[in-house]
């Protein structure tokens, strides 16, 4: 009965099909570890944001500059339910015929602990001109329109970003900005300007702003031509909203850019009464763009994290079969968890220095770990050069993938076509049903 258990086991240990079985069920207990790598990523990515919000929120956040808009308010006459009539004062919308504007931003990187963001400083020049009020098609009677009580607003999504006093003139006159807008019907933050309208003639503005802001800055195209030119000396911008420029230039020096939109590229008119219409969600502009994000560089990574044990564990698999020394299931555990902490080890070094560089310390140690590792449990020199060899070419790989996210998923196919190829092509000869009678070398 002793002899027969023995005997069992030893069919047990030397099944290779069992082993594949153990080896298969590694694979997946591994992933527990690499779904909490992505989770710690995220967390510092969290981390990261809260830092960045910190900051902008000191600053000036994400800015969008909307107008300027004339409002004129008018009666609108109810009755009651006593049937007394009554009025409540609602307003009439009015966009501007042209509007230019001309931006130049002036960006800055700040720190904080180990995260970095970018913030800038803009000189904006707008002008254009209205037409006075035309009322026709409005429902609305001329009587009951209060025109010595126009304003103007001018659209200004963080006003604490204004970091000098903005200057506001209607043909060559000076108006005095107040805080606040009196209705919100268009515009959700701002600033505006009392203007009695007592003539029909053009009304030309000009508005002079320095406004500080964070990340990116948009336009609203309120003109019924708007002209939009921006320069910055940031190289990487990322031009972002409802429209792309017309023309841009973009060098290591810096960027500019023009768009011109139309009243016919938008979906709301010249003119409306209340809050019939939105403009917040045609606004365009450009991103001052961080190129090298390492929490999203590393998560990509991480996400590669199965086929890299996968792959690692069917070398090593392969290299038991052709070498005829057996490696036992922790073994395989603890080349798994090595792979495991290379993320660990690329996500702590690229907070410290650039992301290809601690792309490659972190590749060099874990394939130096695992080569070492290898040698001693294989007994084969030759043997352990190959086991590092297909994981430098495997962090090659990977490395090569990251750098080309556009071609990733074409790449990767083509990665694992050729991988399954050379697999079958090596084992093509080996006799599987004779492999649990071969002796294990001493």
Partial sequence: MKDFCAMKLNLLRDSVGLKALIVGFLVLILMIPTVMVMGLVHERKVRRNEVISEISDKWGEHQTISGPILSVPYRQYFR???????????????????????????????????????????????????????LSGLGVKEEDVEFEDAFFSLGVSDTKGISEKLEFTINGAKLKLEPGLICKDVLASGVHARYPLKSTNILKFEIATHINGSEYIHFTPVGKETNVQLKSSWPDPSFSGNYLPAHREISQKGFSASWKVLNLNRNYPQRWRKSEHKISRSSFGVKLFIEADVYQQSMRSVKYGFMFILFTFTAFFFCEILNHRRVHPIQYLL???????????????????????????????????????AKSVLKSTKMSLTVGTILLILYIYLFILLQLEDKALLLGSIGLFTVLGIAMYVTRNIDWYSLSSQPEDK
């Fill in 335 to 373: 080349i798994g968890l090595a792979i495991t902490i290379f993320y660990t080890l690329l996500l702590s070094i690229s907070e410290y220095i650039d992301f290809n560089s601690a792309y490659w310390i972190s590749t060099s140690a874990i394939v130096l770990m695992i080569t070492s590792y």
């Fill in 80 to 134: 009651d339910k006593e049937g007394v009539q009554k009025h409540s004062i609602e307003y009439l919308h009015f966009l501007p015929n042209n509007l230019s504007i001309k931006g130049e931003l002036f960006p800055e990187k700040r720190y904080r602990s180990l995260y970095e963001t970018v913030v800038y400083k803009s000189e904006i020049h707008m002008e254009g001109d209205f037409s006075f009020p035309d």
